[in-house]
Nanobody, 117 residues
């Protein structure tokens, strides 16, 4: 089993920055891809960014050039640096991790990001 705990959300003005963190605990050796998803009210959950254990990354088009995902395998932590935030970035941000062996997905409880205009 793996537990994911997010932190770093909050209220920020448009153009500002936030850094989200997701700490994994438990059987972390099983994890391969880790990522961040977000869900705005009334919308479906969508992928924001993902990173493999080896450092390969993938971003949603809407955040390319503004957000950076990184990972510290020694600390079992993944980060999301969010710059030039826009009101449409508002939502609940969820950490996700994939189990390489069982192909299960693990989810954190989410952290709220609110960007005011």
């Amino acid at each position: 089993q793996v537990q994911l705990v997010e932190s770093g959300g909050g209220l920020v003005q448009a153009g500002g920055s936030l850094r989200l963190s997701c700490a994994a605990s438990g059987s972390t050796f099983r994890l391969n891809v880790m990522g961040w998803y977000r869900q705005a009210p009334g919308n479906q959950r969508e992928l924001v960014a993902a990173i493999t254990r080896g450092g390969g990354t993938n971003y949603a088009d809407s955040v390319k050039g503004r957000f950076t995902i990184s990972r510290d395998n020694a600390k079992n932590t993944v980060y999301l640096q969010m710059n030039s935030l826009k009101p449409e970035d508002t939502g609940a941000y969820y950490c996700n991790a994939g189990d390489y062996y069982s192909h299960m997905d693990y989810w954190g409880k989410g952290t709220l990001v609110t960007v005011s205009s």
